[in-house]
């Protein structure tokens, strides 16, 4: 599968602010966004590539500024206004019927694309997202975390997919460090939340599912079912023996859990 790299530059309508992003690009078919939560964008170039493959998708993955080494400008401190980015980014690329698929933190955003709501997006699957605040059931702070303990709250099998430090280089560490800077960035000072997203969430009118791993720790089952109950409509679909990065422990339960939904509402779509 060839990847494609692209440096768009956008101009946003806020005070004429110009941004480059770095996009990658796989296959051809039915168009996806795919956004990567905080262990950057590693963290879904393995499945955007088995969603490529397998299924005729399109699918664009870029990098949020300030991660795996890119420059974040200093007016981008928030996950609203690079929500903004993105429904941007898919009129600088013309795409129409775009499914936007968000992990984590890429979840948050893509929960927030959805309330801006944009007729070039045809559908949602928000992944273990972060993004609001249920009492009881907080977003585990990757920031106050070892690798370890935060293995063990991310994956069904820690043992198995966990990062050892020791085996970094001193450049995979560095990216590490600019990617938690990153996270700090646009997390806020909330815990990775923003206290007014949930009641927003009612606002969302698009086709929205989510999917969560039965063994996710770091975003609960009980965080899962508030955020479904805050999107009209939304579906909410568990994976089991997944944890809270399903695309790279059990892609393939994750595989028809995207591609189904989209492909439905995308028929929809064009039926009317």
């Not at 929205?208 to 009209?232: F, H, K, M, Q």
């Amino acid at each position: 599968m060839t990847t494609t790299v692209r440096n768009v530059t956008l101009s946003l309508d806020q005070g004429d602010l110009d941004l480059t992003l770095t996009v990658d690009e796989r296959g051809e078919g039915r168009p996806f966004l795919l956004l990567h939560g905080g262990g950057g964008p590693l963290t879904v170039a393995s499945f955007a590539g088995l969603l490529a493959e397998r299924r005729p998708a399109r699918v664009f993955t870029p990098v949020h500024p300030g991660f795996q080494g890119t420059a974040r400008p200093d007016w981008l401190t928030d996950v609203p206004t690079l929500a903004q980015v993105y429904v941007r980014l898919l009129d600088e690329l013309g795409l129409d019927d775009v499914t936007v698929v968000g992990n984590s933190v890429g979840g948050w955003i893509a929960a927030e694309t959805a309330v801006l709501g944009s007729e070039r997006i045809s559908s949602v699957v928000l992944v273990g997202p972060a993004g609001i605040h249920v009492p009881g059931h907080p977003v585990a702070d990757p920031l106050t975390l070892t690798p370890g303990e935060l293995a063990r709250l991310a994956y069904h099998e820690p043992a198995k997919f966990g990062i050892d430090p020791a085996t970094l280089s001193e450049e995979q560490r560095a990216v590490m460090a600019g990617n938690r800077a990153a996270i700090a960035a646009y997390a806020g000072p909330h815990l990775m939340a923003d206290p007014t997203l949930r009641e927003r969430l009612a606002e969302v009118t698009l086709p929205t599912r989510l999917v969560w791993g039965e063994s996710d720790r770091v975003v609960d089952l009980d965080y899962g079912r508030a955020y479904a109950e805050a999107i009209p409509g939304a579906e909410f679909l568990l994976l089991h023996a997944t944890g809270h990065m399903p695309q790279i422990e059990t892609p393939e339960q994750l595989l028809p859990a995207v591609w189904d939904f989209a492909d439905k509402h995308a028929a929809e779509r064009q039926m009317r």
